[in-house]
Each structure stands twice: as structure tokens, then as C-alpha cells.
């Protein structure tokens, strides 16, 4: 395969490069930077950890290097953590330009922001709710000149999940002017392929790996069938056997709600392991010392909701659990290539219910291979059964005395309130829309009860006039 230099990328920008272990291109990034370079739109679709950040980071770079103004380029990510990641990976690979960014996501500080964007960074790195916010309140700043608007995890900015992002791209699209170059990318590009086509409108150029398996070759993939009521106790038995067997590797556990992963990381710690919690009902400070304690190894066991599922890139994660199967497949294949990154080996592992299977047989399809069992000696996690379910319960108690579901409505509310919109208003609305549903469908099964009486009606009255015509044939016989 061809080096960098051989893609077009300049000198200092392959040295660069070279210098933070990038030697050889991926093939992501062997595909996707002529067309970038050559000022096509592009759509990557690649495997979890297989360097699409770079992929698009270099080329940018290098079109910056040769027309440096700013704001040269917009880059929108979903959580607030991957803006951070992405903005050091273009300070990090810019360095030698004195590349200036600026990194907009919610939970910091909007006026610090709002200075910092009227500094005309050459690359602003944002997640769309609080650019979006930004644009709506002040002009102080213009995306009118960008070059380059990047999606990074783009089928996820797409799609209507627990946060909608739809609002907000339609606010910043109508900011970006029209003639820009577009690159989308991501590890599950493809059910959103024609909204994203929407997006890229300069015929763009797409590529697709090749492999027929969906996630990492490198990637051990374990389902464990656990009845619901002893998940707990098999999650810390699992989580003993890893640390008495592999002192230095670290574990991210996902699990599905903000209470829930509360609740683990309490548990976890009064078992003694060391673990930090991330999810998006902790302060932004905290979320971001909870993963700087992470990944600078010194607390190994994350535990998070999917606000960390996505893009995050920490080396020495070997361990991926889930405690609770995805949904989405799709959702699937981005936590567990929070492992097996960038060539290494990693293991992740599934914990799967009676109620779940149907779950795994939709991952198993999608990501085209299936996933083995993983065994463990029932015996060890019985005699820890009860002292685990007892912790659980003394946790559960001690959190609700915190008013944890209190504030998670508190902050629904602010979030409305940031959104512009007014909470009660907005109770109203759906409890008024809830009423009118109820409605249409009383109405809906109301029409078509009618319309199942008036059936019966028409066929009795047809059986009568068979039955009549069959007595008068048979009175004529006679
Ligand atoms: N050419 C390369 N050679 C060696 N390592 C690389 C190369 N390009 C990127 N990497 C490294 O690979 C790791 C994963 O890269 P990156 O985070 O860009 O993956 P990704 O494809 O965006 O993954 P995800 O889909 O999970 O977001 C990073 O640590 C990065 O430094």
C-alpha cells in the first residue's frame, strides 16, 4: 500500500505524522485522502478504530497549510468527550501550522465560547446543540467561509435517538455556505446512506471496507446467559477474574440508563474495584475527570451509558462488557470497538437474559458472524449471589435518598429551558397530544367496529339468501 507521501500529503505533514506512530496509512485513510485532497466530498464507512480521525484530519490540514484563514473548518460530533479527542487529534497533527482551534459543546462555559469563536480559530470542533445555540444568540462569528464541514460519527447525527440532533443541523446548515466540501463518516454508515447523500451533494465519493464481518478481526466476541435476577452476581464475578488474572488491563462496562450505571459504579466500589462512572447526568467537569482517571489508567474499570459508546479511543482498554445487550446492532458495534483498536486484541462480552435473545440474533445477523459462548463456573458466582443482590438493594437505597430521579428531571427541564422552550408549555403540549392520539385511536376502533358489523351483516345476509335458495331448489325437487 502507498505511504502518505504517495496520497499527496506534503512532507512536513508526513513527518508529523510519522512522529505520533502513524507510519503507514490505514485503508480508510489510503482511500479517502487523494478524493479529499482532490476537493471531492467524501463518505468513509470503516471499522471501529481503524484511524478515520486521521483520515480526515490530514487532508484538512493540509488544504489549511496552503490558505490558512479562519474558520476554515467545521467539525460536529455527537458527545462532547469525541470533540475533545478530535480537537487534540488536529493539535496534535497541526502543530508545525500553529493551528488555532475551538472546541463548542454543551455543559462549558457559553460566553468564554462565544470569545473564543469571534477569535477566528482556523477549526472549530463542536457538538450540535450548542453550536446551534450559539448561532441563534449571537453574531460575533461566521460560518459563511468554511471549506470544510466534517460528520464525524455522522449516521448518529442523523438519526432521531435520545438526543435529536435534527433541530440543530438544520440551524448550522443553513450557517455553512452551499459550496464546501463534505466528509461524513463512520463505522455504521450505511442505513443512513441517502439523508447523508443529502449532505454531500458533490457526487461524492464513497468507500466502504471490503470485509464481510462488521466489527474487528482482533475482537473476541462472548455471549454469557445469565437469568436476570444474578446479572450482578456474574458481572463481579467476571470482573474479579479479570483483575486477579490480568492485573493491567481495563474494562469499560456498559449498561442502559444513567441510574443504572450509577448504581454499578456504587456497587463496584464497595467491592473494592477501582471504578469511575460516565454519563450524561454528571457535570461536564466530572464527566471529564471520570475519563481522564480512565484512561490515564489510574481508576480501570469504566462504567457508562452509550454517551461513551462511540469514537472514544483508549489503547489499553482490552475488556468490553456488556450488562446489558443492545437494542441496536448498531449500536452494539460501537461499544465493543471501544476494544480491539487499531490492530490490538481485545474481548468483549455480552451478558444476555431469557429476555434478550432475540437481541443477539439481530446483532448476529447484522455484524455477520456469531458470537460464542463464554463459560463460567456457576458455582463461584451462586456463593456470591446474595451478598451481591443485598449491596444492590443497600445502593438502590442510598441513591434514591439523593433524589437522583428529582434531578433528572431537573434537568430535563434545563435542558428545555437552554432549548429555548418552555417545560410546563411543553407538559401541556404532550399531554394534549397524548389526549388527541387517544382519541384518533378510540375513533380509529370505532370505524372499524363498524366496519367489521356491517361484514358480518352483509355475509348473514348473504348465508340467508343461500339458505333460501338452496330450501326453494330443494322444494322443487320434491
Ligand atoms: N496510520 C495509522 N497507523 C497507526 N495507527 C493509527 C493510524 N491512523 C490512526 N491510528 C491510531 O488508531 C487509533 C484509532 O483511530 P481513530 O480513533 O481515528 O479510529 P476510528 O476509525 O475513528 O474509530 P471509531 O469508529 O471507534 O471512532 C488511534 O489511536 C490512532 O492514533
Not at 508529523?16 to 478524493?35: D, K, M, Y
Not at 432521531?160 to 435534527?166: E, I, M, V, Y
Not at 475527570?289 to 480512565?294: H, I, Q, S, T, W
Not at 434545563?414 to 403540549?429: N, S, V
Request: net charge positive; with cysteine.
Amino acid at each position: 500500500m502507498a505511504g502518505f507521501r504517495e496520497l499527496g500529503l506534503a512532507p512536513w505533514l508526513v513527518a508529523q505524522a510519522e512522529q505520533l506512530g502513524l507510519s503507514r496509512p490505514t485503508p480508510v485513510q489510503a482511500a479517502c485522502i487523494p478524493p479529499t485532497l482532490q476537493g471531492r466530498d467524501c463518505m468513509g464507512c470503516a471499522k471501529t478504530g481503524s484511524g478515520k480521525t486521521a483520515a480526515f484530519v490530514l487532508p484538512i490540514l493540509q488544504k489549511l497549510s496552503e490558505d490558512p484563514y479562519g474558520i476554515f473548518c467545521l467539525v460536529l460530533t455527537p458527545t462532547r468527550e469525541l470533540a475533545y479527542q478530535i480537537a487534540e487529534q488536529f493539535r496534535v497533527l497541526g502543530k508545525p501550522l500553529g493551528l488555532k482551534d475551538c472546541i463548542i459543546v454543551g455543559g462549558m462555559d457559553m460566553v468564554a465560547q462565544a470569545l473564543d469563536l469571534s477569535r477566528k480559530p482556523h477549526v472549530v470542533i463542536a457538538t450540535p446543540g450548542r453550536l446551534a445555540d450559539h448561532l441563534r444568540s449571537s453574531n460575533t462569528f461566521s460560518l459563511k467561509k468554511i471549506k470544510f464541514l466534517v460528520l464525524d460519527e455522522a449516521d448518529r447525527l442523523l438519526e432521531q435517538g435520545c438526543t435529536d440532533f435534527t433541530k440543530d443541523l438544520e440551524v448550522i446548515l443553513a450557517a455553512v455556505p452551499a459550496a464546501r466540501q463534505t466528509l461524513l463518516f463512520s463505522a455504521t454508515l450505511t442505513d443512513t446512506l441517502n439523508e447523508l447523500k443529502g449532505l454531500a451533494m458533490n457526487k461524492p465519493f464513497f468507500w466502504e471496507s471490503q470485509s464481510e464481518v462488521r466489527t474487528v478481526e482482533q475482537l473476541d466476541q462472548r455471549y454469557l446467559l445469565v437469568p436476570e435476577r444474578v446479572k450482578d452476581a456474574y458481572l463481579v464475578h467476571l470482573i474479579q477474574t479479570f483483575q486477579d488474572q490480568h492485573e493491567d488491563w481495563s474494562i469499560i462496562i456498559f449498561t442502559n440508563t444513567c441510574k443504572n450505571c450509577q448504581i454499578l459504579n456504587m456497587m463496584m466500589k464497595r467491592f473494592n474495584f477501582p471504578s469511575v462512572a460516565l454519563h450524561s447526568m454528571l457535570k461536564q467537569k466530572q464527566r471529564f475527570a471520570a475519563l481522564a482517571k480512565f484512561k490515564s489508567s489510574v481508576f480501570k474499570i469504566l462504567i457508562a451509558t452509550d454517551v461513551a459508546s462511540r469514537g472514544l479511543d483508549i489503547p489499553t482498554v482490552q475488556v468490553v462488557i456488556n450488562h446489558n445487550t443492545p437494542g441496536l446492532p448498531k449500536i452494539y458495534i460501537h461499544r465493543v470497538g471501544r476494544t480491539a483498536r487499531a490492530g490490538r486484541h481485545g474481548i468483549a462480552i455480552t451478558l444476555v437474559t431469557q429476555y434478550d435473545i432475540h437481541l443477539v440474533h439481530a446483532i448476529e445477523e447484522q455484524i455477520k458472524m456469531k458470537l460464542q459462548e463464554f463459560s463460567m463456573e456457576e458455582r463461584d458466582v451462586l456463593g456470591i449471589l446474595t451478598q451481591v443482590n443485598v449491596v444492590r438493594r443497600e445502593c438502590e437505597i442510598k441513591l434514591e435518598a439523593t433524589d437522583f430521579d428529582e434531578k433528572k428531571e431537573i434537568n430535563k427541564r434545563k435542558q428545555m429551558i437552554l432549548e429555548g422552550k418552555d417545560p410546563d408549555l411543553e407538559e401541556k403540549r404532550k399531554t394534549e397530544l397524548a389526549r388527541i392520539k387517544k382519541k384518533n385511536n378510540e375513533f380509529r376502533a370505532r370505524v372499524q367496529q363498524t366496519l367489521q358489523e356491517k361484514q358480518e351483516l352483509q355475509m348473514r345476509r348473504k348465508l340467508r339468501k343461500r339458505v333460501r335458495r338452496q330450501q326453494k331448489a330443494a322444494g322443487k325437487e320434491s
